[in-house]
């Protein structure tokens, strides 16, 4: 058991392979529909002038 503790923090404090991480591209996400969120078809601001109304899409 006393070996164990030892090679247990040994091995936790060996450094992990890292990978390269590549970063998205705007043709990448646009080509994804599911990145994409519902479009918007009329919008509108309310009465107050602070908000802002909107009809979605509807699928299909």
Do not use: C, H, N
């Amino acid at each position: 058991m006393r070996r164990l503790i030892p090679a247990a923090l040994l091995a936790a404090a060996l450094p992990l392979p890292s990978f390269a991480v590549t970063p998205i591209t705007l043709d990448q996400a646009m080509a994804a529909p599911d990145w994409i969120g519902t479009p918007v078809e009329t919008a509108w601001w309310g009465w107050d002038s602070k908000t802002a109304y909107y009809q979605q899409k509807r699928a299909g």
